[in-house]
């Protein structure tokens, strides 16, 4: 079995990117469920076959431990390591060629708090990759590109995995994903557009940044996706398979 985290901001669009590469690979031949490890979520694009709110309930632990909703997704990411066992045998009760796992909304709790790096480490697959989100609204200015850019190298790190950059929601930018894909490949590119800020400490900041991660090999090659079109999921999946299968590609 392997396992494709998918990780990002709030509203980058990881639940309903899930909801497609679920039925992908299915119709490439290979077995695969979702796995929900969001606690806190209230509806889904999708039908997961391994839920972690059937072990982890928001209001309960609220009522139990006299806690806000702020509080009580603290309390509940935490414990989605101590659930772990339980996952892992749904997990592999299904023995799936893939597990497609839509990690929480909350991306600070899972990443930087100590629950979900150990999920990602203690999690058994043959194999494993991440696919960071970037979100294509969020990212068509030059310097929140940088911002998200050194986000998704900081949660490489965290997890230890290989990583897939994905410019997700491109079908909502129109053209203006080419532009991004040009900032994120040609640092002269972004580096011109970002002396276009008016606010020379964001400026700076911005520009080594983007010399510190492109020198450290942190830079980021981005795949163009849409969930809604489809677009892009065949550069996806190859990338996936790559990482995962040595280049060899799913069966039809």
Do not use: C
Request: proline share 4%; glycine share 8%.
């Amino acid at each position: 079995m392997h396992a494709i985290f998918l990780a990002g901001t709030a509203g980058s669009g990881k639940s309903l990117l899930t909801s497609i590469l679920g039925p992908w690979f299915v119709e490439k031949g290979s077995s695969s469920i979702i796995v929900n490890l969001d606690p806190g979520v209230i509806s889904l694009p999708y039908t997961p076959d391994v839920d972690i709110r059937n072990y982890i309930n928001i209001e309960e632990l609220m009522e139990q431990y006299q806690l806000g909703p702020n509080g009580a997704l603290i309390l509940s990411s935490d414990m989605i390591a101590t659930k772990l066992p339980e996952i892992q045998e749904e997990i592999d009760s299904f023995d799936p060629d893939y597990a497609i796992i839509d990690t929480p909304g909350q991306l600070e709790l899972f990443a930087y708090r100590e629950s979900g790096p150990f999920v990602v480490k203690n999690l058994s697959a043959e194999g494993k990759v991440a696919i960071f989100l970037f979100d294509a609204a969020l990212v068509s200015n030059a310097a929140n590109l940088v911002s998200i850019s050194l986000l998704a190298a900081s949660i490489r790190l965290r997890f230890g995995i290989p990583q897939i950059a994905v410019l997700s929601k491109r079908d909502l930018v129109e053209k203006g994903w080419k532009k991004i894909l040009k900032w994120s490949s040609n640092r002269v590119e972004l580096e011109a557009e970002l002396q276009k800020e008016k606010d020379s400490e964001v400026y700076l900041l911005s520009k080594g940044i983007a010399s510190s991660l492109a020198k450290a090999g942190f830079s980021h090659e981005l795949i163009p996706v849409s969930a809604v079109t489809n677009e892009g999921i065949v550069e996806l999946s190859a990338s996936i398979s790559r990482i995962l299968r040595g280049g060899e590609e799913v069966e039809d």
